[in-house]
């Protein structure tokens, strides 16, 4: 399993590759991931000088904590290989993922996996270390998603994009995020579910396209409660305003993550010998057992990605 799999990612911060500037900048906001964009972000004739641009970045930056990753151009273009290869052999030591975009099949996935491996054992990184984050676009993706899912041991997130996955089916809007004028019902839901499962049935992270109008913070916030209602892990940011907000929007509030570490603690205590040996038992007024563990571990796992601290402290109950 790769070793960046359950970190944090609630806000996936998009950089252009060809800007010192940004990449410079975006090495102090406070987003768990930042991914370096060698594909939409760049301009043709920008892409090549972009690649050597990122390897200084990762290599010469201070990025703290933050999850590193690199967006190559997709393999239909003529860009992929040698993104991967500048980028890999350039700056691997520095880098947690290569983010694969418009992926259409396993064999997609397979491909940059032998590649990131040739380029590991040439160079003497260690194998495998380099994840892969698949990025689902477009119809033929979205129907191959569970075999994409299982393509390789480095994937470590899927991952929608919108804006080219609404073109790809001819979605009646032009602003990415927002639900299209005359359908009553979420269109998004089973292409974010479809996703969803995909992911989890492989113990992958789902995150969740961005939302190209940067200054509606409101309308980020909404469309990112929907993704974090559903269970995804984080969302792309395309602003530094809208980082807070997907923070705290794929965050358990205190009380809940609180109350999920209580749940473990009791349920612990009292499925020892010493607190009697129980399938379930009291916690206040609620009664927890095994499926109450499992819910609470995914709250608790979250709320401590997130740095959060406990407030409250288990206590057994009196002979």
């Keep these: 399993m ?32 930042v991914f370096l964009d060698l594909e939409d972000a760049c301009a043709p004739i920008a892409k090549e000088g972009a690649r050597h641009t990122v390897v200084e970045a990762l290599n010469e930056g201070d990025w703290g904590d933050k999850i590193k990753v690199v967006r190559v151009n997709d393999w239909t273009t003529h860009w992929t290989y040698r993104d991967v290869i500048t980028v890999v052999e350039g700056a691997g030591p520095n880098l947690d993922c290569i983010m694969l975009p418009k992926v259409q ?8 996996d032998l590649l990131l491996t040739q380029i590991e054992k040439t160079m003497g990184f260690e194998v495998g270390r380099i994840g892969i984050e698949a990025q689902i676009e ?10 994409i899912a299982q393509a390789s041991p480095r994937l470590e997130t899927i991952i929608f994009g919108p804006a080219d996955f609404m073109a790809s089916i001819n979605m009646k809007s032009l602003v990415v995020g927002e639900q299209p004028p005359g359908y009553p019902a979420d269109a998004y839901h089973y292409i974010l579910m479809r996703i969803l499962m995909a992911a989890r049935a492989n113990d992958l992270q789902a995150i969740d396209g961005p939302y190209l109008q940067i200054r509606n913070v409101d309308g980020f916030t909404d469309v990112a409660k929907r993704a974090a209602a559903l ?13 807070d907000a997907a923070n705290e929007v794929f965050s358990p509030s205190q009380e809940d993550y ?35 563990r499992k819910m609470a571990l995914v709250v608790a796992g979250k709320g401590r990605a997130a740095g959060l601290t406990r407030t409250s402290k288990f206590e057994p109950p009196a002979a």
């Design 231 to 243: 269970g995804f892990d984080g969302k792309w940011v395309l602003h530094p305003g809208q980082i």
């Design 2 to 33: 790769s070793t960046n799999r359950l970190r944090a990612r609630r806000s996936c911060l998009a950089v252009p590759g060809s800007s010192p500037r940004f990449l410079e900048k975006a090495q102090g906001l406070p987003a768990d991931q």
């Design 258 to 292: 609180d109350h999920a570490e209580l749940i473990l603690d009791a349920y612990d205590y009292f499925t020892s010998a010493e607190g009697g040996a129980k399938g379930s038992a009291m916690l206040g007024d609620e009664m927890i057992d095994e499926a109450s």
């Design 105 to 112: 099949d396993a064999e997609q996935v397979r491909a940059l």
């Design 138 to 147: 477009n119809a033929k993706g979205l129907i191959n998603v569970d075999a």
